[in-house]
């Protein structure tokens, strides 16, 4: 029973299972039901992620194969053994380990390093963000984080009867983002929602204590004990310290690497569009009148690449298909570089050599006698 | 009088003016006659950079569009005038002000943050960097740094007679290091190497007083001022603080840009290749001894696609070129959608109505026919 639209949004899709009315559904999702959707804006044709609470909706953006760090780390029900067992009088099962079951804690610092800065923004702006929840915070990639639904809470329980100033509860809701923020990085450090339960807490600790650096167990003891004076994001700078360097390193390396990838695709980019120019011109039916434009002139010499580009063949007859011989042949014409081609006539016959400068000169200006009777067309019509 | 090959590099071509050899370009290349080239590497293919000293050859990985700090940053004779003026005992001119002529505080800290990220890498090896210099520090892109040069000054002073162990100079040539950052970072904040030369470090310090906050004035003076203890890497941090946060934030977000160019990159590659295997079907001259191939069958409806493709015409007959009507088919035959197409013959005699799922099936037969008989014929031959 999905909407066909809503408002300006159309083509909407579950992202989640429809919600049958469980405590838990609705005790994390605002104390209401809530349905989130992939939709797409009828305004700019973006993809958009709709959550749906009752009749209020609330647009994010959308990010394809985001996924919860609820369900990336907190969906192996063994994984809350540990701490569940001993209530039934269990013996302790072996201590789980980092590596061996445990996260490894560079990636919960690479987590804290990003949900610190989202908090640190947040803060820094005098609001509060309300959602630092495992269920609310996606990951693309591999270590992304985005926290989704902020603003919710704001909306939801906007109170403007009372004459109250909304934003005089802010230092009280920021304090409990950063208690949130805790109990986020206790249960990754335990790898279990369980560990951040009171009756687990000691438990939780000597796990942290074991397992982890000093650093990581201060930041936990910081965020989620009593403290004599306000919490502030800033004060968990110094205990990532120089993780910061290796957060960095690691975003401008992944950098590097992905815009080397973009180098090289955007040479797809380029040969695509090369081909799709070179497929306007071949084999065109008929063109000012003229039905054999196509294989006359400047096109015959281009009819002839692309029989050189596409259709080699071996000694013995065989196609011989080979990708980079079409990309070669391709970025040859688009530098037209002085080297000598032999165009072979299907009759074999002749054999016309040319240059592939020459053959840009004839590649451009046939394209652009297209685009002219093209945009001439359009012109006149208009 | 460049070599055409060197051990197994090739192609060099000079990345700097070819050696006047005055003194000025000596000392600051190690004390020796330097140059420097692209090259490839016969062995990889792959593009390096070389660079020659005397008979010695360094080869370090190539950075296309590279500039150094030097090129970019000192090279206005104008920006020495604030200091060099005075030794002629001409009035100030007006003082240098950030963002009217001075760089802007943000990209000084871009700079640190990643050139402080080297050392502590090089000294965490135990090891020293030794080059840290405008003219050896390379800038791709907007403000990504890389360090050049590395290891050369250890080749050419090591000194195997002395039965010296040597690493022992290392912590010493490390407290070089960060004074030489302490350069680079004064010289940055003046936008003049004239202001690090030791007459105009006071009125340097000054500039910076008055234009730029005193975390950066404190990072430049522990740097350069004598310390009581040995200086690390590591006191920087502090000093860094927060902007910590605002560089890892620049460069998630940069990488989130460049992936969403990667992902709608990737998509033309995808295309290309597509176009690429309909290019070596259609029009192919002849094929398993039959000449008609290309134009039966399975084939003559690939080759109708290819006219809906690239032969769209208006009403009144001219030629309608649209990359977008291009790349929404090609998409469509790709994902095999169920969406019906109509294809004309060239005559307009017939309409054949198929899916694109048809298409699909048609296309992907007929390429594994053509991939089946270029393999069989390649063992035939091996």
Same mark, same amino acid.
């Given at each position: 029973?999905?909407?066909?639209?809503?408002?300006?949004?159309?083509?909407?899709?579950?992202?989640?299972?429809?919600?049958?009315?469980?405590?838990?559904?609705?005790?994390? +999702?605002?104390?209401?039901?809530?349905?989130?959707?992939?939709?797409?804006?009828?305004?700019?044709?973006?993809?958009?992620?709709?959550?749906?609470?009752?009749?209020?909706?609330?647009?994010?953006?959308?990010?394809?194969?985001?996924?919860?760090?609820?369900?990336?780390?907190?969906?192996?029900?063994?994984?809350?053994?540990?701490?569940?067992?001993?209530?039934?009088?269990?013996?302790?099962?072996?201590?789980?380990?980092?590596?061996?079951?445990?996260?490894?804690?560079? $990636?919960?610092? @690479?987590?804290?390093?990003?949900?610190?800065?989202?908090?640190?923004? %947040?803060?820094?702006?005098?609001?509060?963000?309300?959602?630092?929840?495992?269920?609310?915070?996606?990951?693309?990639?591999?270590?992304?984080?985005?926290?989704?639904?902020?603003?919710?809470?704001?909306?939801?329980?906007?109170?403007?009867?009372?004459?109250?100033?909304?934003?005089?509860?802010?230092?009280?809701?920021?304090?409990?983002?950063? %208690?949130?923020?805790?109990?986020?990085?206790?249960?990754?450090?335990? &790898?279990?929602?369980?560990?951040?339960?009171?009756?687990?807490?000691?438990?939780?600790?000597?796990?942290?204590? %074991? &397992?982890?650096?000093?650093?990581?167990?201060?930041?936990?003891?910081?965020?989620?004990?009593?403290?004599?004076?306000?919490?502030?994001?800033?004060?968990?700078?110094?205990?990532?310290?120089?993780?910061?360097?290796?957060?960095?390193?690691? @975003?401008?390396?992944?950098?590097?690497?992905?815009?080397?990838?973009?180098?090289?695709?955007?040479?797809?980019?380029?040969?695509?569009?090369?081909?799709?120019?070179?497929?306007?011109?071949?084999?065109?039916?008929?063109?000012?009148?003229?039905?054999?434009?196509?294989?006359?002139?400047?096109?015959?010499?281009?009819?002839?690449?692309?029989?050189? $580009?596409?259709?080699?063949?071996?000694?013995?007859?065989?196609?011989?298909?080979?990708?980079?011989?079409?990309?070669?042949?391709?970025?040859?014409?688009?530098?037209?570089?002085?080297?000598?081609?032999?165009?072979?006539?299907?009759?074999?016959?002749?054999?016309?050599?040319?240059?592939?400068?020459?053959?840009?000169?004839?590649?451009?200006?046939?394209?652009?006698? $297209?685009?002219?009777?093209?945009?001439? +067309?359009?012109?006149?019509?208009?």
């Amino acid at each position: 029973a999905v909407p066909t639209e809503v408002d300006s949004y159309h083509s909407l899709f579950p992202l989640e299972p429809l919600p049958p009315p469980n405590r838990i559904q609705k005790s994390s +999702n605002f104390g209401y039901i809530t349905s989130c959707y992939k939709a797409v804006n009828s305004k700019d044709d973006l993809p958009y992620c709709l959550r749906r609470i009752h009749a209020l909706v609330f647009a994010y953006d959308f990010h394809a194969g985001g996924e919860t760090v609820m369900s990336r780390h907190f969906n192996d029900p063994n994984a809350d053994a540990y701490f569940t067992k001993r209530k039934w009088g269990q013996h302790d099962g072996p201590l789980p380990r980092q590596h061996a079951g445990l996260l490894p804690e560079s $990636l919960i610092w @690479a987590y804290i390093v990003q949900l610190s800065s989202a908090l640190r923004t %947040i803060h820094t702006a005098g609001l509060a963000c309300r959602v630092m929840d495992p269920t609310k915070i996606l990951i693309t990639g591999k270590t992304r984080l985005r926290v989704n639904c902020v603003g919710v809470f704001d909306v939801l329980t906007f109170d403007n009867s009372q004459n109250n100033n909304p934003l005089a509860l802010m230092a009280q809701y920021q304090q409990a983002d950063l %208690i949130s923020l805790g109990k986020v990085v206790l249960a990754l450090a335990c &790898n279990s929602l369980a560990g951040i339960q009171r009756e687990n807490l000691q438990k939780a600790m000597e796990l942290v204590t %074991i &397992n982890y650096s000093s650093d990581l167990k201060n930041l936990i003891l910081y965020l989620l004990t009593d403290q004599n004076r306000m919490r502030s994001v800033n004060d968990i700078m110094p205990m990532i310290g120089a993780r910061f360097y290796t957060q960095l390193d690691a @975003a401008q390396m992944r950098n590097d690497v992905i815009e080397e990838d973009l180098a090289k695709e955007v040479q797809n980019g380029r040969l695509f569009r090369l081909l799709a120019k070179l497929g306007t011109i071949n084999e065109r039916p008929e063109f000012q009148k003229d039905p054999t434009w196509s294989e006359t002139g400047d096109r015959y010499l281009l009819k002839l690449f692309r029989d050189h $580009l596409f259709h080699q063949v071996t000694e013995a007859g065989a196609p011989w298909i080979d990708l980079s011989h079409i990309i070669s042949c391709l970025n040859k014409l688009d530098a037209g570089v002085p080297e000598k081609i032999s165009l072979i006539s299907r009759d074999e016959k002749s054999v016309l050599v040319v240059t592939y400068s020459d053959l840009k000169r004839c590649f451009e200006n046939t394209f652009q006698e $297209l685009m002219a009777a093209a945009n001439k +067309n359009e012109r006149g019509s208009s």
